[in-house]
């Protein structure tokens, strides 16, 4: 018993020692701080080299790169019905070093499940035999539908059902610094996915020759190579939003900027293709130049942006709409127009009959008129 006691004596008094101690650390810690209401509450701004992020960005494009991968198709192009004067050859498929004579490899979009596929002039242009090959290794021998040099591109068709397609986006609502990736065979590398950002909206790069040509391309810093031409340009949500078609190059392979034509001006050409064999292409009936400084300086206007109507063509819809030489042109319908590749889409996109609203300035004065497009 008596040990008993001892055992229940040590633990009072250590209980007791410990009770003690907490007692006059908490009394020391409160006469050491501030009492809470004298403390000032601010926000921290997170400084350069800081090594905490709240919630720091994240950047997966794995769901976007899984709906996009099955509709994009290598094409293999061989035989030549004769050499292509082409000047986007140069950027991709033929001059190639992985084509040999007479033919080259690019890659498509899946249109429509029954088997249209988009790709570009360049890459079907004078071959004579094209073999086209699924995501699941599938192999389709195709047929050129029809195409367009003005625009570089063409429809081709496969035979087979239940294939996958892409959702279109918006291509006027794309957005500088937007997320974008491309997606096709650069280099016979199938399947390949390449992330960048859109760097620039309207581009001309003065490629295609004549004066109808359509250049107004989406800018981007995607990596693409010789053979991702005719392959998706896709944004963030896996939506095609252009075809991709050229690259700034001295060398002949990616250095930093690559163009694709924006899908509702695809979209456009296509379903024409498709139905007609052909682009059913209006025209304005005029010879154009882009504003700039010297140009607002000769026409006495207060704007240095806008597309300046040099001359009309006798019988086109700007003649019969009553647009004069010197109008410059600054919005159709609802989108302001800055430069002639901005234009040249939206005329391109119109429909022989459509009516555009096409606003200019004339005299310092904004003028609406409606013009009824017109064939050639």
Sequence with gaps: MSQWWKTISAGLIGGAIALSGAYFLNINGSNSAAPAQ???????????????????????????????TPSVVH????????????????FFDDDSP???????????????????IITNNHVVDKAENLTVTLNDNRKFTAEVIGRDEKVDLAVIKI??????????????????????????????LTSTVTAGIISAKGRSLELIPGRDAIESFLQTDAAVNPGNSGGALVDAEGRLLGINTAIATRTGMFQGYSFAIPVNLVTRIVD???EF?????????????????????????????????????????????????RDIIVKVDDRLIRDVPELTEMVGRSKVGDVLQITVVRKGEEVELPVRMRAQ
């Design 75 to 90: 094409i293999s192009a061989s035989g030549s019905a004769g050499s292509s004067d082409s000047p986007l050859r140069f």
């Design 272 to 274: 024409d293709i498709i």
């Design 277 to 325: 064999g052909s682009f059913q292409r209006a025209f304005l009936g005029v010879s154009i130049y882009p504003l700039d400084a010297d140009a607002a300086d000769e026409l006495g206007v207060q704007i240095n942006q806008g597309v300046v109507i040099d001359e009309l063509v006798d019988g086109g819809s700007a003649q019969y709409a009553g647009l004069l030489p």
């Design 98 to 116: 992985f084509g040999g004579p007479g033919g080259g490899t690019g890659s498509g979009v899946i249109y429509s499940a029954d088997g249209y």
């Design 38 to 68: 004298d403390v000032p509450v601010r926000q921290v701004n997170l400084s350069p080299g800081s090594s905490v992020l709240n919630n720091p960005p994240t950047f997966d494009f794995r769901a976007a790169a899984q709906r996009a």
């Design 159 to 188: 035979e087979a059902t239940g294939l996958p397609t892409l959702d279109a986006a918006d291509s006027d609502q794309a957005e500088i610094g937007e997320w974008v990736l491309a997606v096709g065979n650069p280099l016979d």
